[in-house]
Nanobody, 114 residues
């Protein structure tokens, strides 16, 4: 059974940092590129960042470039999203997704507020 489990969300002040993790099980993790998405209330789910199977390539939404960094550790079956200089508009539920599969995590809430 494939599972993707996100963690690391929480409440942080503007300008703060969080690191999200997504741990995979039941899957050969290195077989898949991984994406992070987010969905804010009343908005569509949007792609935040992606990373290739072995980490050689990454891509970011314009809104997070220079602030967020995606990385992965295939030995730990985990993908990370380091989020710095957080803004209130980063508030959303963040999801990880294995590409190209129907596998999604349950999401972790990130709230940026003073």
């Amino acid at each position: 059974q494939v599972q993707l489990v996100e963690s690391g969300g929480g409440l942080v002040q503007p300008g703060g940092s969080l690191r999200l993790s997504c741990a995979a099980s039941g899957v050969t993790f290195s077989s898949y590129a991984m994406n992070w998405y987010r969905q804010a209330p009343g908005k569509e789910r949007e792609l935040v960042a992606g990373i290739t199977r072995f980490g050689g390539g990454t891509n970011y939404a314009d809104s997070v470039k220079g602030r967020f960094t995606i990385s992965r550790d295939n030995a730990k079956n985990t993908v990370y999203l380091q989020m710095n200089s957080l803004k209130p508009e980063d508030t959303a539920v963040y999801y990880c997704h294995a590409v190209p599969t129907p596998w999604w995590g349950q999401g972790t809430q990130v709230t940026v507020s003073s």
